[in-house]
């Protein structure tokens, strides 16, 4: 076993002493839910979660949740912002119906990219530094994709800016679940995942005042994409620079030996609260035999880094996770392969199905407002629920309904009809990205949770890649194929949800 195997096991297995003092020889107190906690069946994480019940819902938590969300409304920009600049940049650059799919399926590559590498090396490196490096890589490539001059160039800063899209995505989740105590995760997790909606908002929103606008430096380069790109890539940039303030997650730290580090955090976290010093001394006492490590030795090189990033990402095929691995992805996979799929291609589809050629600008980015906050209350219901009903009846129900409204689609023609179908898909199938991001971070332990979210999420990407190819080669001849596909797939991943775990976002 590698050394991040062995420090999960000597986390999660070693038995507290029955001693009430430190080894800084401070006496310490232990009210009756502390002394249940002695029993030598409890882990770190059992005491870690005492220690956030306690502290309960401060303002740095807040800030963290704030934090989050921020960071994910900005990668929502990267993603669906080139679904609205498409049509001006085809015509900017003079694209073909194959390179304006390339303009959307380049992101996704990328996005497959970061997945893989950032969400292993979140696991190895730390979730709050790869969110500072690929928050600011997604910031910044997107900028320079605004000032490209040609189409190659252009899409090559969208790849990169895809790589720091992939790697933020999967660690936001895991970053804020790990700061979540479990009697409200599943209402963190998903108020941090309503953010997407905020973003699909913003998104369409900036595309209605900016795009439609006649460039104002009156110069044909600067076209009023070129504006729109950048606006959308400030949020990545703030996200970057308020992780740099944020610290790292205790348990993290804790995993990888680092405990002096945990310990520190953990007591800025509380305020130094001196109610709560039972708890940070018994996790002392937990990992005692294990504080003199203070790093993972075998990640010295890149190439020893890169060994351990191969081993993580096999370990979810082992015997222990191997069963969780494959009904996630049949669980996951379809959904987004219809979602995405139809959405970037949704204000195409708008037009296609409308009596009117000349549907104004305007009026497509006011209908993919419409959209975005159809959203709203299966956002709110998730926020309400997750804890209550718990995650896998609401994502089976969610899937049940969007495959449903999807089908009704296909039987559709008039753009009111399309619009009104559409709004009810966003709506309906909201909770299920929700579910999925607190599904994700519960069912895979610390040592491999990062990696294992940034796997499913390069699957994810390449099932959005097929799904955006598939609705471009249709959406001139015959859009019910991939939406009769999608309804059909919807439905069977929740036939193959019945076998997640019955969980609730506590667990």
């Known amino acids: 076993m590698n050394e991040a195997g062995d420090s999960k096991a000597a986390i999660n297995s070693s038995a507290p002493q029955q001693d009430s003092t430190d080894s800084s020889g401070d006496q310490v107190m232990f009210d009756d839910t502390e002394k249940l906690l002695r029993s030598p069946s409890v882990t770190v994480h059992t005491v870690y979660d005492s220690f956030l019940t306690k502290v309960g819902f401060n303002a740095k938590?807040?800030?963290?949740?704030?934090?989050?969300?921020?960071?994910?409304?900005s990668d929502t920009?990267?993603?669906?912002?080139?679904?609205?600049?498409?049509?001006?940049?085809?015509?900017?650059?003079?694209?073909?119906?194959?390179?304006?799919?390339?303009?959307?399926?380049?992101?996704f590559a990328g996005m497959l990219i970061g997945g893989l590498f950032w969400g292993t090396a979140a696991d190895i490196f730390g979730r709050r530094k790869v969110l500072k490096i690929s928050l600011a890589m997604n910031g910044s490539f997107a900028c320079l994709s605004a000032l490209a001059p040609n189409f190659p160039l252009f899409c090559i800063a969208r790849l990169f800016s895809g790589v720091g899209v992939g790697g933020s995505l999967p660690v936001i989740f895991s970053y804020v679940s790990e700061w979540s105590y479990s009697r409200i995760k599943g209402r963190i997790i998903s108020t941090v995942a309503?953010?997407?909606?905020?973003?699909?908002?913003?998104?369409?929103?900036?595309?209605?005042?900016?795009?439609?606008?006649?460039?104002?430096?009156?110069?044909?380069?600067?076209?009023?994409?070129?504006?729109?790109?950048?606006?959308?890539?400030?949020?990545?940039?703030?996200?970057?620079?308020?992780?740099?303030?944020?610290?790292?997650?205790?348990?993290?730290?804790?995993?990888?030996?680092?405990?002096?580090?945990?310990?520190?955090?953990?007591?800025?976290?509380?305020?130094n609260n001196p109610q709560l010093k039972g708890?940070?001394?018994h996790i002392k006492r937990l990992v005692k035999d294990s504080e003199n490590i203070e790093c993972m030795s075998d990640n010295s090189t890149l190439l020893n880094s890169?060994?351990?990033?191969?081993?993580?990402?096999?370990?979810?095929?082992?015997?222990?996770?191997?069963?969780?691995?494959?009904?996630?992805?049949?669980?996951?996979?379809?959904?987004?392969?219809g979602y995405y799929g139809f959405m970037l291609w949704f204000p195409e589809y708008v037009k296609k199905t409308s009596p009117d050629d000349n549907t104004s600008d305007e009026r497509v980015f006011e209908e993919g407002l419409f959209v975005a906050l159809s959203s709203l209350p299966g956002n709110f219901l998730s926020i309400l629920l997750a804890d209550v009903v718990g995650v896998k009846f609401l994502l089976i129900t969610s899937l049940v309904l969007s495959a449903g409204s999807i089908f009704l689609l296909y039987a559709l023609h008039s753009p009111s009809q399309v619009l009104l179908l559409s709004c009810l898909f966003n709506g309906v199938s909201a909770p299920v990205f929700?579910?999925?991001?607190?599904?994700?971070?519960?069912?895979?332990?610390?040592?491999?949770?990062?990696?294992?979210?940034?796997?499913?999420?390069?699957?994810?990407?390449?099932?959005?890649?097929?799904?955006?190819w598939l609705f471009s080669k249709f959406v001139d001849t015959s859009p019910s194929v991939p939406i009769v596909l999608t309804s059909g797939l919807l439905l069977l991943s929740a036939v193959v949800s019945f076998r997640l775990p019955t969980i609730k976002a506590d667990h």
């Open 61 to 73: 938590l807040c800030f963290i949740v704030i934090c989050s969300g921020i960071g994910l409304l």
């Open 77 to 107: 920009l990267e993603v669906m912002g080139i679904s609205y600049a498409k049509k001006y940049i085809q015509e900017d650059f003079n694209l073909t119906r194959l390179e304006e799919s390339v303009l959307v399926g380049v992101l």
């Open 194 to 271: 309503t953010c997407w909606m905020v973003g699909t908002i913003l998104a369409a929103g900036f595309a209605w005042a900016i795009l439609p606008q006649s460039s104002t430096l009156h110069d044909s380069y600067w076209q009023q994409w070129r504006l729109y790109l950048v606006v959308c890539s400030v949020p990545s940039l703030v996200a970057a620079f308020l992780y740099h303030i944020l610290p790292e997650t205790p348990v993290f730290l804790l995993t990888h030996h680092q405990t002096n580090d945990a310990i520190r955090t953990m007591l800025d976290y509380s305020g």
């Open 279 to 281: 708890d940070i001394n």
């Open 306 to 337: 890169l060994k351990t990033m191969i081993l993580q990402v096999s370990g979810l095929f082992s015997s222990e996770l191997r069963w969780k691995t494959f009904i996630c992805m049949f669980a996951i996979l379809p959904v987004h392969f």
């Open 434 to 468: 929700n579910m999925v991001d607190i599904l994700l971070p519960a069912l895979y332990p610390t040592y491999i949770r990062t990696s294992a979210f940034g796997f499913h999420s390069s699957l994810i990407r390449i099932v959005m890649i097929i799904g955006n």
